[in-house]
Nanobody, 123 residues
Framework: QVQLVESGGGSVQPGGSLRLSCVDS????????IGWYRQAPGKQRELVAM???????NYTNSVKGRFNIVLGSGKKEVFLEMNSLRPEDTAVYYC?????????????????WGQGTQVTVSS
């Protein structure tokens, strides 16, 4: 069973930086992609950044040039490096991993979520 454990959230002033970490307990070849979503109060959960098994990345427009998603050396851990943080980045950040159900077929897939970590950007 895939378990995702996040860490690294906290409070920071505007313009500051934080680095989030997510550890995937399984990290097998069945994983299509892993990354981060966020949910601010009163808003829907939205994609922040994802990285695929081949290393392709995808970022939401509002974080391009400020955030960077990186896989750890063993690919069990994924980091979200967040720079030039803004108050509108305040949210609970969730790690998500997408796993295929069969090795040689990209679909169907199963999504796994972490418990979330709070990021607050405020002066």
């Amino acid at each position: 069973q895939v378990q995702l454990v996040e860490s690294g959230g906290g409070s920071v002033q505007p313009g500051g930086s934080l680095r989030l970490s997510c550890v995937d307990s399984v990290s097998s070849l069945l994983r299509n992609a892993i990354g981060w979503y966020r949910q601010a109060p009163g808003k829907q959960r939205e994609l922040v950044a994802m990285i695929t098994r081949t290393g392709n990345t995808n970022y939401t427009n509002s974080v391009k040039g400020r955030f960077n998603i990186v896989l750890g050396s063993g690919k069990k851990e994924v980091f979200l490096e967040m720079n030039s943080l803004r108050p509108e980045d305040t949210a609970v950040y969730y790690c998500k991993a997408e796993y295929r159900q069969q090795l040689f077929h990209p679909t169907p897939t199963t999504d796994y979520w972490g418990q979330g970590t709070q990021v607050t950007v405020s002066s």
